[in-house]
Nanobody, 124 residues
Framework: QVQLVESGGGLVQAGGSLRLSCGAS????????MGWFRQAPGKEREFAAA????????YYADSVKGRFTISRDNAKNTVYLQMNSLKPEDTAVYYC?????????????????WGQGTQVTVSS
């Protein structure tokens, strides 16, 4: 099992920045991808960003490309999501997730473990 704990959410004005963190514990040696997904009220959970845990390759949804940056600290078993130029439409609960099998970095169903989520609210 892998346990994930997110932090760093909050309320920010449009144009502002936030950094989310997600600490992993347990079978961290098995992690293939770490991803961030988000779910706005009344909408499905959608992919935002992912990182290959060993190689460091990064992947982004078109909606966040150029504004969000995913990074990792393998020594701390932590993944980060730096969010800049935030927009009201970025308001959502953000979830960290881990894929132990390398299924596909964008597929929600391919992720094996999920954090509890952290709320990000962007005011206009």
């Amino acid at each position: 099992q892998v346990q994930l704990v997110e932090s760093g959410g909050g309320l920010v004005q449009a144009g502002g920045s936030l950094r989310l963190s997600c600490g992993a514990s347990g079978r961290t040696f098995s992690i293939y991808y770490m991803g961030w997904f988000r779910q706005a009220p009344g909408k499905e959970r959608e992919f935002a960003a992912a990182i290959n845990w060993s190689g460091g390759s990064t992947y982004y949804a078109d909606s966040v490309k150029g504004r969000f940056t995913i990074s990792r600290d393998n020594a701390k078993n932590t993944v980060y999501l730096q969010m800049n130029s935030l927009k009201p439409e970025d308001t959502a609960v953000y979830y960290c997730a881990t894929d132990l099998h390398g299924t596909a970095w964008y597929k929600r169903d391919g992720y094996d473990y999920w954090g509890q989520g952290t709320q990000v609210t962007v005011s206009s």
